[in-house]
């Protein structure tokens, strides 16, 4: 599909700059850009690229003035870098917007969806499902017994729901992510074994929540989960049974949160981070990467290290960490010193 600058402007509210009818029909990084192509910049130190690049249109800050000849038409907007993700949702949309069903399918005579549906092919919706509308449901998904969708919201291929789940609208679960499994519930018993206790709570996802591949939400032994409003999971995250995220909290891959955590909202979570159960965890907190959390954490901290500790002490600490090596050879040399002075 191609685009003209002038378009591309009115989509944006932006001031062309050049040739209102160049087209593009992709877009590009701008020092790949080639005939054809939509790129942007906002980065300073790309500045040289705008004059070299062969991207047929630029976005570009309102107050940017060019240095030299700029044979690219330029978009002038008051924000490059969001004008330009705009602009890529606007391409994604069109690139995945699919509707019907697929054969084959199966849908329980008791579940329901609302209009514009899209359901792959080999997805399956059990009893009581209630779908709302515009809703893309790419193939090999299951969803669960009493599962209830809210409207706008993708599941992509391999999506998982357990039964009597809840995600609201604006959602978007990434491939290979599953919703409500068991949480890990087992009980010691008297012979030295484990027996399971049944997990018979749900999980909760609000509205405008993004999850990422391979993501698992663990069901709540009793009550829910719960992922509040706006909440953003990267790829391969662990959320443990009764934890609760708060609204807007950012959480990157690999991190993992035992049970019952709640987590407040504003969050900002590194990869790799462990967070034990039973904490609490206040708002706009600040986890660095790799850090575990052992002990609960007030509003507005930062911290890092594992275990976690103030983000301005562990970078002191780790001045000491780094030159233990050269001491610790100063020590010995120091030792070597006064036992050859003993002997004499």
């Known amino acids: 599909m191609k685009f003209t600058a002038e378009q591309i402007s009115e989509i944006l509210n932006g001031e062309v700059y050049g040739n209102p009818k160049e087209e593009v029909s992709k877009l590009s990084k701008i020092e790949e850009g080639e005939k054809g192509s939509l790129t942007f910049l906002?980065?300073?130190?790309?500045?040289?690229?705008?004059?070299?690049?062969?991207?047929?249109?630029?976005?570009?800050?309102?107050?940017?003035?060019?240095?030299?000849?700029?044979?690219?038409?330029?978009?002038?907007?008051?924000?490059?870098?969001?004008?330009?993700t705009k602009l890529l949702e606007y391409y994604n949309n069109i690139q995945l917007h699919k509707s019907g069903i697929e054969q084959p399918v199966f849908i329980h005579e008791t579940a329901s969806y609302g209009a514009d549906l899209y359901l792959g092919s080999f997805s399956y919706l059990s009893q009581n499902v209630r779908i709302g509308s515009n809703v893309k449901i790419y193939p090999n998904v299951f969803i669960g017994d009493n599962v209830v969708i809210g409207n706008d919201t993708t599941l992509f291929s391999g999506a998982k729901i357990y039964s009597d789940c809840?995600?609201?609208?604006?959602?978007?679960?990434?491939?290979?992510?599953?919703?409500?499994?068991?949480?890990?519930?087992?009980?010691?018993?008297?012979?030295?074994?484990?027996?399971?206790?049944?997990?018979?709570?749900n999980v909760i996802i609000e509205d405008n929540v993004d999850i990422g591949s391979g993501t698992t939400i663990d069901r709540a032994t009793l009550g829910s989960t719960i992922i509040r409003s706006g909440v953003k999971l990267d790829n391969q995250i662990h959320v443990a049974h009764n934890v609760e995220i708060g609204s807007n909290t950012v959480i990157a891959a690999q991190t993992g949160i035992a049970g019952s955590t709640k987590i407040g909202e504003d969050c900002k979570i590194g990869g790799q981070v462990g967070i034990v159960g039973h904490l609490t965890i206040g708002n706009n907190v600040r986890i660095q990467a790799q850090s575990g959390i052992g002990k609960s954490i007030g509003d507005n901290e930062i911290v890092q290290g594992s275990p976690a500790m103030p983000y301005n002490d562990f970078n002191k600490s780790y001045v000491h960490f780094r030159n233990l090596p050269k001491w610790s050879s100063r020590i010995d040399e120091l030792e070597k010193q006064r036992d050859n002075q003993n002997i004499k």
């Open 42 to 84: 906002s980065n300073p130190k790309y500045n040289s690229w705008l004059y070299v690049t062969a991207a047929s249109v630029v976005i570009v800050d309102e107050k940017f003035v060019p240095e030299k000849e700029v044979s690219s038409t330029m978009i002038k907007v008051e924000d490059p870098y969001m004008a330009f």
């Open 166 to 201: 809840i995600i609201g609208n604006e959602c978007t679960i990434h491939s290979g992510s599953i919703i409500g499994c068991d949480g890990f519930g087992f009980a010691p018993d008297k012979k030295g074994g484990y027996s399971k206790i049944p997990q018979i709570g």
